[in-house]
């Protein structure tokens, strides 16, 4: 087979790269995300893709972003953290800007497909991915397959509803797996925490500029590897959640293994270990079947782009 072209569309930056059916990514590509998103994101792809083309001819292009795809794999249905693009077709905005083939798919899918094919899970049937960001993305493989379900929008395992009358999530919807288990969490909890315990936040603080608000999911990173009490409590918080969550999408889809994947698990086993723990403690007949491993992902930010240039051939 040729060589494709894989996008992955994140809040920050395009990254693009030019990936072989092994799965090595022999060059890659990157521009800033335009703010406004709509035709000036459409137009950023393309650019990147077409920067790419100017050393190396590809059969087709993938593009991934968060989101809910159509079933075709032409149209974002929905993109609730980029700006007028709901509703496009951007299978055929990118092929008239770009001159070749090109599918759509979502950046959770792209990047539980890429760890499937060439990562963590290779060689793996049934693999349930989570990547941890800003928000919670899902990927189902079952039997060998991605599964997108009927209408393209299976897996969006972070818009789960799991606290009734929650915290109002950016879906519109109320209490969602993603505002208790993602990075945008994790930073929540921190702020909690030190607000309630000044002197406990005292280190986390001083790695900002000392006020609440300036705490980030950076600092909590590196204060908990450093042993910082509050830090690790809100880890641990976060993977508790995490492993609740998963227990119960283990008795739903029964996986072998599951990726966990995204910003967040730079921070190890400080993550993983209370997952696991989590998924433990929720597991529904606990002791009693065996459960999935939990893992960390292997491809870390060319999963989404090395995924979606390999589903851009299948």
Not at 39 to 65: F, H, N, P, R, W
Not at 127 to 146: D, E, F, K, Q
Not at 203 to 221: E, K, P, V
Request: hydrophobic share 45%; proline share 3%.
């Amino acid at each position: 087979m040729g060589l494709t072209i894989g996008v992955d569309v994140g809040g920050t930056k395009v990254l693009g790269g030019v990936v072989t059916d092994s799965g090595e990514v022999l060059k890659t590509a990157r521009k800033d995300t335009p703010r406004e998103g709509g035709k000036a994101l459409t137009q950023t792809i393309a650019d990147v893709a077409k920067e790419l083309m100017q050393e190396y001819t590809v059969d087709s292009v993938g593009v991934c972003a968060a989101g809910f795809v159509s079933s075709d794999r032409k149209t974002m249905l929905a993109t609730p953290n980029i700006a007028d693009w709901n509703g496009v077709n951007l299978d055929y905005e990118l092929t008239s800007l770009i001159g070749v083939p090109v599918v759509i798919e979502n950046d959770a899918n792209a990047a539980a497909w890429g760890e499937v094919k060439f990562g963590a899970a290779r060689g793996k049937e049934n693999v349930l991915m989570i990547t941890v960001g800003t928000g919670i993305g899902g990927g189902i493989i079952a039997n060998g397959r991605l599964h997108r379900g009927a209408f393209g929008i299976a897996a969006e395992v972070g818009h789960m509803r799991v606290v009734p009358d929650g915290i109002k999530c950016g879906c519109g919807a109320y209490g969602c797996f993603e505002q208790y288990g993602s990075g945008n969490a994790l930073v929540r909890f921190a702020r909690e925490y030190a607000q309630a315990d000044s002197a406990a936040g005292a280190h986390l603080l001083s790695l900002g500029d000392g006020t609440i608000q300036g705490i980030t999911g950076g600092a909590i990173t590196s204060a908990a590897a450093a042993g910082d009490s509050l830090s690790l409590k809100a880890f641990s918080t976060l993977g508790n959640w995490l492993g609740a969550g998963i227990a119960s999408l283990s008795v739903v889809l029964d996986p072998e293994c599951v990726v966990i994947g995204g910003g967040v698990i730079d921070a190890g086993d400080i993550l993983l270990s209370p997952i696991r723990d989590g998924l433990e403690k929720y597991m529904p007949f606990a002791g009693l079947h065996p459960y999935p491993q939990v893992i960390p992902a292997l491809l870390g930010n060319d999963a989404g782009l090395v995924g979606a240039a390999d589903l851009a051939r299948v």
